[in-house]
């Protein structure tokens, strides 16, 4: 799996290093895991409490996103909202990736 990037407005480039964690999800749904799941970094163990620790899992959705980032197609929406996440919501999932 090809390490992707994203360049901030500000320059800052963001790799999957930047992810603490991701969450995958129903859209229009809260965010508290209730319609969806969080998975950890492995270098974020610590802060998982009980959650799931997977790099695969945690890289796959990171590279989901940014492969609709940019042209972003119809009937999907992205938003990068740099410290702190970025995001993609299709018709019937929303997939966040947290930054450190």
């Excluded at 290093?17 to 508290?32: E, L, Q, R, S």
């Excluded at 990171?62 to 996440?85: D, K, M, Q, V, W």
């Amino acid at each position: 799996m090809n390490d992707q990037t994203i360049t901030t407005d500000t320059g800052k480039i963001i790799t999957f290093a930047d992810v603490v964690k991701v969450y995958a999800g129903k859209p229009d749904h809260c965010c508290c895991g209730c319609a969806g799941k969080y998975t950890y970094a492995s270098k974020h163990r610590e802060e998982a409490d009980g959650y799931k620790v997977s790099d695969v899992t945690v890289k796959r959705i990171f590279n989901r996103i940014l492969r609709h980032t940019l042209p972003t197609p119809a009937g999907e929406s992205t938003e990068l909202n740099y410290p702190y996440y970025i995001s993609l919501q299709t018709s019937t999932r929303l997939y966040i990736a947290y930054f450190e």
